[in-house]
């Protein structure tokens, strides 16, 4: 299971932190993703971290002021500066062994948290 949190209501310009906790160990192969969906958008990918190797890779629109990071054991953050109104959205980590964009391959899903960036 995954557990978000750290969403809220900030100004724009301002930051917030989002975790991801997993129920016990995070294993070498996974690889943990941040996505995000709008009222009325489809989800869309934020951010993805290989467990194993710490890479990761970002969406166009957030690259530069989001920084998705892990712990040693079973934590990912993402660190969201510069928030924007359209930063809006429900927030989700999810959990793959795939390196992908695509929701569908992920199969462990948080149960999201609100993030309101207000302008």
Known sequence: QLQASGGGLVQAGGSLRLSCAASGRIYSSAVMAWFRQAPGKE?????????????????????GRFTISKDSYSTVTLQMNSLKSEDTA?????????WSEIPSEYASWGQGTQVTVSS
């Open 90 to 98: 429900v927030y989700y980590c999810a959990r793959s062994t795939q």
């Open 43 to 63: 989800r869309e990918f934020v951010a993805l971290i290989r467990w194993s190797t710490g890479r990761s890779s970002y969406a166009g629109s957030v690259k």
